[in-house]
């Protein structure tokens, strides 16, 4: 098992900065990759950015040039530094370990980014 603790999230004027962290505990040994998702009301879930245990990483093309997934391996977390951000990032957004044989979600952090 692996558990997910998200945190950073909160509101922002747009234009603004966040950034979101993920700790991971448990089996963590077998995750082989990262990423953040978001889902905002009534719309499906969507990938934000993904990290491999490598260090390659992928974006959304609404986040490129904006958002930055890093990853701390001593510290066993994840983070996603949000620049630039706009009203259409609001949205709870979720981290995610993909395992060897399964996926884990974290409980989620709202963003809401509004004047």
């Known amino acids: 098992q692996v558990q997910l603790v998200e945190s950073g999230g909160g509101l922002v004027q747009p234009g603004g900065s966040l950034r979101l962290s993920c700790a991971a505990s448990?089996?963590?040994?077998?995750?082989?990759?990262m990423g953040w998702y978001r889902q905002a009301p009534g719309k499906q879930r969507e990938l934000v950015a993904g990290?491999?245990?490598?260090?390659?990483?992928n974006y959304a093309d609404s986040v490129k040039g904006r958002f930055t997934i890093s990853r701390d391996n001593a510290k066993n977390t994840v983070y996603l530094q949000m620049n630039s951000l706009k009203p259409e990032d609001t949205a709870v957004y979720y981290c995610k370990a993909d395992g060897t044989s399964r996926g884990y979600w974290g409980q989620g952090t709202q963003v809401t980014v509004s004047s």
């Open positions: 448990g089996s963590i040994f077998s995750i082989y990759a």
């Open positions: 990290i491999t245990s490598g260090g390659m990483t």
